[in-house]
């Protein structure tokens, strides 16, 4: 019976003709029966070694940048080192210190 053949059908006809179209939606939102990927294995293994080649680049990306920050803090600390030596060379002893304070004062002296 379809839908539109309601007219003169009895109470239990009508009923039954929604059901049938209440199933038939119905129908349509139950899940097909999937049909089994025969590549899916192979995509996974495919996806792994991906996955393990872009982690190596990557490591190995990790690796040349914290050799270059090694290098760069070793060339930063020899310079500063460098440069305390010199400061510490130019600096004056305590005693070539105080021989120039006293000539200064000697001479303050002697002009007064």
């Known amino acids: ?15 039954k ?23 899916f294995a192979e995509r996974g293994v495919e996806a792994a070694a991906e996955l393990k080649a872009v982690r190596a680049e990557r490591q190995a990306a990790r690796t040349v940048r914290k050799a270059a920050a090694d290098a760069v803090a070793a060339e930063t600390a020899a310079a500063a080192g460098q440069r305390a030596e010199r400061k510490r060379a130019k600096a004056p002893t305590e005693a070539e210190a ?5 000539a200064r004062y000697a001479a303050r002296k002697s002009r007064q």
């Open 1 to 15: 019976m379809a839908m539109n053949d309601t007219k003169g059908a009895g109470l239990a006809d009508r009923l």
């Open 17 to 39: 003709t929604a059901a049938e179209a209440k199933q038939a939606l119905l129908a349509k939102f139950r899940p097909k029966p999937a049909v089994a990927d025969p590549l």
């Open 98 to 102: 105080k021989d120039r304070r006293d």
